[in-house]
């Protein structure tokens, strides 16, 4: 069945960079546009990055835009966000995530805090 699986989220002074990944697992990763998204406490969830299935076209939102870059290895099955210059805004649960057949598959997310 169709896996993704996060890790590298922690706690993080202002400033600093985290590395996320994503380990995907029960489908055709090539196939697929991945992304990732996050959600604060109280708000909704929101798309942070878009990487198309060959990795040729990258999309952020402007919040994160020459912070973050979201990269993926389709030998690998894996898909990374770095996060730099973080900011306490930055602080929420990271979700990895593909859509198939209008369908969408989330991982189980990973905390990113960002605080002094």
């Known amino acids: 069945q169709v896996q993704l699986v996060e890790s590298g989220g922690g706690l993080v002074q202002p400033g600093g960079s985290l590395r996320l990944s994503c380990a995907a697992s029960?489908?055709?990763?090539?196939?697929?546009?991945m992304t990732w998204y996050r959600q604060a406490p109280g708000k909704e969830r929101e798309l942070v990055a878009v990487?198309?299935?060959?990795?040729?076209?990258?999309n952020y939102i402007s919040s994160v835009k020459g912070r973050f870059t979201i990269s993926r290895d389709n030998a690998k099955n894996t898909v990374s966000l770095q996060m730099n210059s973080l900011k306490p805004e930055d602080t929420a649960v990271y979700y990895c995530?593909?859509?198939?057949?209008?369908?969408?598959?989330w991982g189980q997310g990973t905390q990113v805090t960002v605080s002094s």
């Open positions: 995530n593909f859509q198939r057949s209008g369908m969408p598959y």
């Open positions: 029960g489908f055709t990763f090539s196939n697929y546009a």
């Open positions: 990487i198309s299935s060959v990795g040729g076209a990258t």
